[in-house]
């Protein structure tokens, strides 16, 4: 069979070893020790079923990555409520600007007397 072939190969087995390493480097560098708990625990139980170690590692990182969502993606959806404070805070920061542009003395400058 042409996928347990695949499965067995030692190249997918070292590029597995790779993803793992610079996932488990990533994970560890956010301080997200939850991720590699998850991860740890998730190849440990993949392990049990396949003893396959290239599909255990591949396991544990999509349950890690994408299950769990450790990779923290995020969605760009913002409430109205934050972009209105969002745009609050950019139109005081222009003004104030503006103040101490217009102002001889800098009094109205933050840095400047």
Do not use: H, W
């Not at 480097?25 to 991720?35: A, D, K, P, R, W």
């Not at 139109?91 to 109205?108: H, L, S, V």
Request: positive net charge.
């Amino acid at each position: 069979m042409k996928l347990d072939k695949i499965l067995k190969s030692k190249v997918l087995y070292y590029v597995a070893l790779v993803l793992m390493v610079i996932n488990v480097l990533g994970y560890v560098s956010l301080g997200s020790t939850e991720c590699v708990v998850i991860f740890g625990i998730t190849t440990y139980l993949a392990n049990m079923f396949t003893k396959n170690r290239s599909l255990d590692i591949l396991c544990g990182l999509f349950v890690a990555n994408v299950v769990f969502g450790c990779g923290r993606v995020k969605e760009g959806f913002e409430g109205l409520a934050e972009k209105e404070k969002k745009l609050e805070s950019e139109k005081n920061q222009i003004a104030a600007e503006d103040r101490c542009k217009k102002d001889p003395n800098g009094k109205n400058c933050k840095g400047k007397k």
